[in-house]
């Protein structure tokens, strides 16, 4: 199978990944897929579950092997079902790769195309509000503990912040995670409009022939 193109949004836990992506991913020509999601879908009484859980409830990475494992086994099951159409739509991933490792793992099976950074590295403070908020509203354990959220931040700076050098410059972008949603959308879509025409322009047609006199 070809390699799918792929646009990564990447980011320290609480700038706006998953908003981001939902919103790319009700355009036509984009499919969301969010690692976070994948794992929150698995039943916790399995064998993959418990898994899952003694990693993430202490804010830390799920082994690299198990997490690509996982993700690919998704996306083949997305494909099969007719509900992501690799050869026309671009994948919008986030959440994945977390570590270098991850992103080695992962070059057999994705192009990207751009890589998109929401950067809110001046307020911390509001990272950790944001997470609290989500868990609240979401019931999701692994943001609901301050302790476990500054670990994961933790975890970020140290093991998926070093990411952003795997990839070449001229494909990442920077966007401020501190504006509003829609003004990240904006500067998210303009990062990358350019690019998705490119790959689905018609040709130009061929110049006019002047007419004879």
Same mark, same amino acid.
């Given at each position: 199978?070809? !390699?799918?193109? *792929?646009?990564? #949004?990447?980011?320290a836990?609480?700038?706006?990944?998953?908003? &981001?992506? %939902? @919103? $790319?991913?009700?355009l036509?020509?984009?499919?969301?897929?969010?690692?976070?999601?994948?794992f929150?879908?698995?039943?916790?009484?399995?064998k993959?579950?418990?898994?899952?859980?003694?990693?993430?409830?202490?804010?830390?990475?799920?082994p690299?092997?198990f997490?690509?494992?996982l993700?690919?086994?998704?996306?083949?099951?997305?494909?099969h079902?007719?509900a992501? !159409?690799?050869? *026309?739509?671009v #994948?919008?991933?986030?959440?994945?790769?977390?570590?270098?490792? &991850?992103? %080695? @793992? $992962?070059?057999?099976?994705?192009?990207v195309?751009?890589?998109?950074?929401?950067?809110?590295?001046?307020?911390?403070?509001?990272?950790?509000?944001r997470?609290?908020?989500?868990?609240?509203?979401?019931?999701?354990?692994?943001?609901?503990?301050?302790?476990?959220?500054?670990?994961?931040?933790?975890?970020?700076?140290?093991e998926?912040?070093?990411?952003?050098?795997?990839?070449?410059?001229?494909?990442?972008?920077?966007?401020?995670?501190?504006?509003?949603?829609?003004?990240?959308a904006?500067?998210i879509?303009?990062?990358?409009?350019?690019?998705?025409?490119?790959?689905?322009?018609v040709?130009?047609?061929?110049?006019?022939?002047?007419?004879?006199?």
């Amino acid at each position: 199978m070809d !390699k799918i193109k *792929t646009i990564l #949004l990447f980011g320290a836990p609480g700038s706006g990944k998953g908003t &981001q992506g %939902k @919103m $790319l991913g009700m355009l036509p020509g984009f499919h969301h897929l969010a690692c976070g999601d994948v794992f929150r879908s698995i039943d916790l009484n399995s064998k993959v579950g418990k898994v899952f859980l003694k990693y993430s409830s202490k804010g830390e990475l799920v082994p690299d092997d198990f997490t690509v494992r996982l993700w690919r086994d998704h996306i083949d099951k997305l494909i099969h079902t007719g509900a992501f !159409k690799s050869d *026309t739509t671009v #994948l919008v991933l986030d959440g994945i790769p977390r570590n270098i490792h &991850q992103a %080695k @793992m $992962l070059d057999q099976y994705i192009e990207v195309m751009k890589l998109i950074c929401l950067r809110a590295v001046h307020d911390r403070a509001e990272m950790i509000r944001r997470l609290k908020s989500r868990a609240l509203k979401e019931n999701r354990l692994d943001d609901a503990n301050e302790k476990t959220i500054q670990h994961r931040l933790e975890v970020y700076d140290s093991e998926s912040r070093p990411v952003l050098a795997y990839y070449p410059k001229e494909k990442r972008v920077d966007v401020d995670a501190l504006q509003s949603p829609i003004e990240v959308a904006h500067d998210i879509l303009s990062a990358i409009l350019g690019r998705f025409q490119e790959m689905h322009a018609v040709p130009p047609p061929p110049p006019a022939v002047a007419a004879k006199n």
